[in-house]
């Protein structure tokens, strides 16, 4: 059963963007088809570390978002549907949910065989866990909620771990996982080689080139992001 995945959190600087490069190379790496959706029009970083999967889409009009459902439009030509990734820009609530619900998206896709996921990225601050209560309330039960933990953007989540917001998406049927936290120096140069996370660990040429440890910490790191993902609904 293929998924469609909006990566969001509302907040801007929680790490959409990192997991939905993680989810990309995960499906890569694993061999499962996918297409990927850049919301976000100040840096589309999805989209330029991916740019054979992914394309920037226009979140705030319905001929944008249709793109992305339009994904399962026709069958594909050989082996099953592709999974979808939607990195979703800060503040894009609002019109992702007109969309949604005027679309009746959630049981469309139900009836088509995919799986709607809601990813909420988190960091450890008081905003992520009213923005999952809002998140919870809008959408209700139908869609998949996946909540991360985001160990790159804060350590104590005590706050969002004893919310009456993760309670709700939890008896909702909701994820609860983690996103292990990279050495923000082997970040930095991934991100200045505007690499793929495969391409950061296979490239030795170049002044932002990991090294050997770095890029073996790199492999560890996506190994522990992917078993992170071993129990969740991707298709």
Not at 211 to 224: S, Y
């Amino acid at each position: 059963m293929p998924s469609i995945n909006f990566i969001g959190g509302e907040k801007g600087g929680v790490g959409k963007s990192v997991l939905a490069r993680v989810l990309a190379q995960c499906f890569i790496d694993k061999g499962r088809a996918f297409t990927g959706f850049d919301t976000d029009r100040s840096h589309t970083s999805f989209a330029r570390f991916y740019s054979d999967f992914a394309s920037p889409v226009v979140v705030d009009t319905y001929e944008g978002l249709d793109l992305v459902a339009a994904v399962y439009e026709e069958e594909p030509a050989e082996g099953p549907p592709p999974n979808v990734i939607v990195d979703l820009a800060a503040q894009t609530a609002a019109p992702l949910a007109r969309w949604v619900k005027d679309s009746d998206l959630v049981s469309l896709m139900a009836s088509m065989g995919v799986t709607v996921n809601f990813w909420h990225v988190a960091d450890a601050g008081r905003d992520s866990v009213d923005l999952l209560d809002r998140l919870v309330v809008t959408y209700g039960a139908g869609p998949n909620y996946i909540v991360v933990k985001n160990l790159g953007r804060g350590s104590d989540f005590s706050q969002l771990e004893e919310s009456a917001a993760l309670k709700k998406a939890v008896a909702l049927g909701g994820h609860v996982t983690t996103l292990p936290q990279l050495h923000e120096a082997s970040m930095r140069k991934i991100d200045r080689q505007n690499a793929s996370f495969w391409a950061a660990v296979h490239s030795k040429e170049g002044d932002d080139a990991l090294g050997m440890l770095e890029r073996q910490r790199v492999k560890t790191w996506l190994k522990n992001c992917y078993s992170t993902f071993d129990a969740l609904p991707l298709g």
